[in-house]
């Protein structure tokens, strides 16, 4: 992974100008899959932040987006809070979650930080349940607001834009060279002096807190929250597959990832909904034999050959 | 106090037996797979399928589900698993590519066990009561615990005491060095990742029998055999025996007093413990 170029950034800001325009040229259902693009770019390319440079592949999304979601539906439910005041503290409690997971596994090998985000989001439902039924009385949770469709996929860009920029800055400072070493190999980046926990801790603190972020903007469009909603694992799954099948390379890599992928899900999933758990299956498969550096992969692939020729 | 005891050694047995055959998945062959849960949700399903439609009892598919698990689980590894060994450049990269692929498998497993049956494996075998030392339990409890003993001690013998047992013993030390004393490794392998899916499925087949499962289920096996595993210390077949008695009582434990629905966080408070004091495992070496 390169330093993101200056020109990489100002195509960005053109693209981000340029999908700001899409709830005033659409409405009802080509409005709603403009939310569900916008909330997975965001997802995939903070996932992407932390996940591209390390290749440490994160299962945690969905508890964090949960942990959104859910703070604000028990704050405005339960305590009439504001929800601007609701989406900080879910900041600030995905951070400091993400924070904890990684003090406990990422001093170690890949593998057992897999493992532990792998059953995350359904352990923190549990627990929610548990202290849901024991503690508070099911009561069910509403978010109800003012907003729109469209005022929720401004948001999302808005908060896209920014995980975007925040990668931008990140892949061109010392952090991210770190972490590029890091990726390379770790036993280099330790040699060399680099404290390699701190450097993966900090960037998965930041997808903890931009996956919390995500799940609080979402909570007005369900009005009524359920643990069982929100913490849905398959979440986590969507997120690595759309990052993996734009590309691991690019920051901008997600994007080319999410929209065919939620096309093809969408479609499935209204024609043939008992089959739809098999695109995931198949997806999976063709990123690690067909696609493993993804789409932008591919495209860098292709051009390099056409330069060749 | 006793009932805990009791029913979490009874449900321990079942998993170490499943710990096991991850370990020889992991250990031996190097792939971590993560469709462990659902190999094991499959034999569950075919004790389920032909106990409802042919009245086979569960033992004896036990003894069917073998050939069958096992040549499955070795045409994975020979033919999906295998490039990916050959293609990866290090530990690390093979580990992420297996992680990616044995998910893709678990969702088509789920696929294709939702189209077969999409609610509860639900079926009655052995449910009578009985009482061992004063604690009621069911038959069916006691007989897969006594199986999935057996099987394990069968392992336990076939690793230490035969030629081939010390063959995948000596893969799990080292790929290299048993290459360098002729052992053929890719041959060993796949042999081991097919003997792990096997013992994965007659659990599943073991558990089907006193637990009710479903078809999306699995995720969270496979998470109860990893964190054995990772307990107990990677090949360390010992080390996933106390493990998965120490994860059988404490789950049986928080079930009884605290809440049911709880015993996913009490498996976690487990993992995160290890990962936190003992990330090497009960018995297993300190990495160099």
């Known amino acids: ?309 | 106090m006793l009932d805990i005891l009791v029913s979490g050694l009874l449900l321990s047995g079942t998993y170490a037996l499943v710990a096991m055959g991850l370990n020889l998945q992991y250990g031996v062959a190097r792939i971590m797979n993560l469709a462990n849960g659902e190999v094991l949700v499959l034999g569950a399903l075919a004790a389920f399928w032909l106990y409802t439609t042919a009245q086979i009892s569960p033992i004896l598919t036990v003894i069917l589900v073998i050939p069958v698990a096992f040549i499955g689980n070795w045409l994975i590894y020979r033919f999906l698993l295998t490039p990916l060994v050959r293609r990866s450049k290090s530990q690390g990269a093979l580990e992420v590519d297996s992680i990616l692929a044995t998910f893709g498998m678990s969702f088509i497993f789920i696929g294709i066990m939702v189209s077969i049956e999409g609610g509860f494996f639900f079926y009655k075998y052995l449910s009578e009561p009985i009482s061992i030392l004063g604690s009621t339990t069911s038959l069916n409890r006691l007989v897969a615990f006594l199986l999935a003993v057996l099987i394990a001690a069968a392992l336990y013998i076939w690793l230490h005491y035969s030629r081939p047992g010390v063959a995948v013993r000596a893969v799990s030390v080292s790929t290299e060095a048993s290459g360098l004393v002729g052992i053929n490794v890719p041959r060993v392998s796949a042999l081991t990742f097919a003997l792990g899916g096997t013992i994965t499925a007659v659990g599943g087949a073991l558990i089907s029998t006193f637990i009710t499962l479903d078809a999306s289920i699995g995720v969270v096996f496979t998470l109860k055999a990893l964190i054995i595993v990772i307990m107990g210390g990677v090949g360390e077949i010992r080390g996933a025996i106390v493990a998965a008695i120490i994860l059988g009582l404490v789950e049986t434990g928080v079930a009884t007093l605290v809440d049911p629905g709880l015993t996913l966080a009490a498996a976690y408070f487990i993992f995160v413990i290890i990962l936190l004091f003992r990330p090497q495992g009960l018995f297993g070496r300190r990495a160099v």
């Open chain 1, 1 to 309: 992974m390169n330093p993101a170029t200056v020109q990489e950034l100002i195509w960005a800001g053109v693209l981000v100008a340029l999908a700001a325009f899409w709830p005033m040229m659409s409405n009802g259902y080509w409005l709603g899959i403009g939310v569900d693009v916008m909330m997975y770019t965001a997802l995939a390319t903070s996932w992407m932040l932390f996940s591209g440079p390390t290749h440490y592949i994160s299962l945690a999304s969905a508890a964090f987006f949960g942990v959104g979601g859910f703070v604000v539906g028990s704050g405005m439910s339960d305590y009439d809070a504001s929800f601007w005041s609701m989406l900080a503290l879910s900041a600030v409690i995905g951070g400091v979650l993400a924070a904890l997971i990684g003090l406990a596994t990422l001093r170690l090998s890949g593998v057992y930080f897999v493992i532990f985000t792998l059953g995350l989001a359904e352990m923190i439902r549990n627990l929610v349940s548990w202290v849901q039924n024991n503690f508070l009385g099911s009561r069910g949770l509403y978010v109800l607001t003012e907003f729109t469709d469209a005022h929720l996929y401004w948001m999302l860009l808005v908060t896209a834009g920014c995980v975007y920029l925040l990668g931008w800055i990140i892949s061109r400072s010392r952090l991210g060279f770190a972490l590029r070493i890091i990726g390379g190999d770790e036993t280099v980046a330790r040699h060399v002096g680099i404290n390699t926990a701190m450097a993966k801790v900090i960037l998965f603190t930041t997808t903890g807190v931009f996956g919390a972020i995500v799940g609080a903007i979402i909570a007005p469009r369900w009005s009524y929250i359920e643990p069982n909603q929100v913490f849905s694992p398959q979440l986590s799954f969507f997120v690595v597959i759309m990052a993996l099948l734009g590309g691991s390379g690019r920051l901008w890599g997600p994007v080319v990832g999410v929209i065919p992928f939620l096309l093809i899900w969408n479609w499935v999933d209204s024609n043939f909904p008992n089959q739809s758990i098999l695109v995931l299956g198949v997806a999976f498969l063709v990123i690690v034999y067909f696609l493993p550096h993804g789409f932008v992969g591919r495209i860098e692939q292709l051009r390099a050959r056409a330069r060749g020729r």
